[in-house]
């Protein structure tokens, strides 16, 4: 049976990572990024290579730590606690998970410029407002010995200042999963405005070249590169979810304890404190499975799709209770740009969407439950 506690290793990374994140990416932090029309900030990325997120799901071999989905995921957790952003899903997690499915000397390279710091990576998947890969219709058609692409990517989460991209496209083969210079020609990326204030653009490939050399595992056969990946970006997105929940939570329960009317804090009402606490109990269970879904993948990964998709269904679902109750229990400001809970509610609302939405995960937990 997989233990659900956190190891004297896990609690000390999530100790550091918090003390790091509460001193340089607060909520503040993302407000100031908002306010000056930044989406992002190289500095605070270069800070987290340095302590060594990047190569967290790199091998030693290629130049990272190695240290697997569970310790992925608490550093997820706390930044979604303080709604840090970074290029840290896309590059540390889907793209280094893809990237050493069948490592060899080029993905080994760019598994090492990932842990130095020096690639970042977006992946290019939705063509509609879904997430459905197996249905891309954008054209690889053979070109003489190599392709050229052309269509439109949507929804590329950090696709605007990622130095190169995954991107998938059907060959007369099947789906075959691309890793381009975001450079080449015929790459043109438009940002697009999101309401979590993070790097998310509108990719157009128009008749891009592409070798062999650019296939990223075979020909035909993306999924084998791409559904350990997608696992692993699931599983840390419900984490960052899981860290959201429990931030929202705290300046929840702050409120209640500080804002008084009838002379006495709102929160010695017996109805608020039944609502926080039905919110407690939702955030602890789905801590405890995203913590599973983490250790299965580090340790039987071809088992771990029920419990990532139930992980990331659950997120979903507490990150918009809690959103929903922290807005209600805080009464008009919650709802004001001046105050920091609609921050939460826009992140909360953006990461339900990526990588599977709630219904898509609920469908697979159907499927493995009989139904």
């Not at 503040?28 to 060594?52: C, F, I």
């Not at 008749?207 to 993306?222: E, H, I």
Request: charged share 20%; glycine share 12%; proline share 2%.
């Amino acid at each position: 049976m997989v233990k659900l506690v956190e190891t004297t290793d896990e609690i000390l990374l999530a100790d550091t990572a918090r003390g790091f994140l509460d001193r340089a990416a607060p909520i503040a932090h993302l407000r100031g990024l908002r306010d000056a029309g930044q989406v992002g900030d190289d500095a605070l990325w270069g800070e987290m290579v340095a302590m060594g997120w990047a190569g967290v799901l790199v091998p030693e071999a290629q130049g990272g730590s190695d240290m697997g989905h569970a310790a992925a995921g608490i550093l997820a957790r706390e930044m979604g606690r303080t709604l840090a952003t970074s290029p840290f899903l896309s590059t540390a997690v889907i793209a280094a998970t893809a990237l050493r499915q069948g490592v060899d000397s080029r993905s080994g390279d760019r598994l090492n410029q990932i842990a130095s710091g020096q690639l970042r990576y977006a992946i290019a998947l939705d063509e509609t407002s879904k997430f459905a890969p197996t249905m891309a219709e954008m054209q690889a058609r053979r070109d003489g010995n190599g392709f050229r692409l052309s269509g439109t990517k949507r929804f590329v989460v950090d696709g605007a200042q990622a130095d190169r991209l995954l991107v998938l496209a059907r060959t007369d083969d099947g789906l075959t999963v691309f890793d381009l210079p975001a450079g080449r020609a015929g790459i043109t990326r438009h940002v697009t405005p999101a309401i979590d204030s993070r790097d998310v653009a509108r990719i157009d490939l128009a008749d891009v070249a592409a070798t062999g050399d650019d296939v990223l595992g075979k020909v035909g056969d993306a999924m084998a590169v791409l559904a350990p990946a997608f696992q692993a970006g699931q599983a840390a997105l419900a984490a960052e979810l899981s860290g959201l929940t429990s931030g929202v939570f705290g300046m929840t329960v702050g409120y209640l304890k500080e804002r008084k009317q009838f002379g006495v804090p709102i929160g010695a009402f017996q109805t608020l404190q039944h609502r926080a606490a039905h919110l407690w109990c939702e955030t602890e269970i789905t801590a405890a499975a995203v913590l599973n879904a983490g250790r299965l993948l580090d340790t039987t990964p071809d088992q771990a799709e029920l419990a990532v998709s139930l992980a990331k269904a659950r997120a979903t679902a507490t990150a918009q209770l809690a959103v929903q109750e922290g807005v209600q229990m805080h009464g008009g400001i919650g709802m004001t740009d001046a105050f920091d809970m609609g921050f939460f509610m826009k992140r909360a609302r953006v990461a339900a969407e990526w990588l599977g939405d709630y219904g898509y995960h609920a469908a697979i937990v159907a499927r493995h439950r009989g139904f």
